[in-house]
Antibody, heavy 118, light 107 residues
Framework: QVQLQESGAGLVKPSETLSLTCTVS?????????WGWIRQPPGKGLEWIGNIYHSGTTYYNPSLKSRVTMSVDTSRNHFSLKLSSVTAADTAVYYCARLSSSGGVGYWGQGTLVTVSS | EIVLTQSPGTLSLSPGERATLSCRAS??????LAWYQQKPGQAPRLLIYGVSTRATGTPDRFSGSGSGTDFTLTISRLEPEDFAVYYC?????????FGQGTTVEIK
């Protein structure tokens, strides 16, 4: 059974960098699939941040592209998100996910709330 | 970016009733449309992909249809566990985008 678990700081100061890691169990990242990050501000809808393939190929949402960096570590079976220069608007639940080969997001982490505040 | 507009914002229905949720795209989509269910405090769950294909474990009371710019999720007979928020998503054109959601609440 594929499981994803987000980890990282739950409180980040404005202008600093948000860093999250998604640890995958039950499946080897190097076996394929696109892996992604999606966020959801409290009480609001979903926003796609970007995807990364096991080779390191990335696709970012243009609205966040200048601040986003994703990476993958196949030896540790995890992938990571960095979002720089954060503001209160970046406060959200951040989900890591595995995209389905047929379409859509088939597996989600439980989500982690990141609050941007001084 | 493709904008997805869901309607209605809230649907108030009773168990056993039929629910019809709409998702309209700002430009024509291929078959790259999915539907998700989200309950409070949980991650979304994939229900439908490819417009009309049920994901593993999705009950057959859920069905998806549509083409071009207009898509529909139908729940034939609402069960108590179906009261939740539903999102559509297009994944065929980058950036992937989601609708703003429809809340199905108990009347």
């Amino acid at each position: 059974q594929v499981q994803l678990q987000e980890s990282g700081a739950g409180l980040v100061k404005p202008s600093e960098t948000l860093s999250l890691t998604c640890t995958v169990s039950g499946f080897s990242i190097s076996s394929g699939y696109y892996w992604g990050w999606i966020r959801q501000p409290p009480g609001k809808g979903l926003e796609w941040i970007g995807n990364i393939y096991h080779s390191g190929t990335t696709y970012y949402n243009p609205s966040l592209k200048s601040r986003v960096t994703m990476s993958v570590d196949t030896s540790r079976n995890h992938f990571s998100l960095k979002l720089s220069s954060v503001t209160a608007a970046d406060t959200a639940v951040y989900y890591c996910a595995r995209l389905s080969s047929s379409g859509g997001v088939g597996y989600w982490g439980q989500g982690t709330l990141v609050t941007v505040s001084s | 970016e493709i904008v997805l507009t869901q309607s209605p914002g809230t649907l108030s229905l009773s168990p056993g009733e039929r629910a019809t949720l709409s998702c309209r795209a700002s430009q024509s989509l291929s078959s790259s449309l999915a539907w998700y269910q989200q309950k409070p405090g949980q991650a979304p769950r994939l229900l439908i992909y490819g417009v009309s294909t049920r994901a593993t474990g999705t009950p057959d009371r859920f069905s998806g249809s549509g083409s071009g710019t207009d898509f529909t999720l139908t729940i034939s007979r609402l069960e108590p566990e179906d009261f939740a928020v539903y999102y559509c998503q297009q994944y065929g054109t980058s950036p992937q985008t989601f609708g703003q959601g429809t809340t199905v609440e108990i009347k």
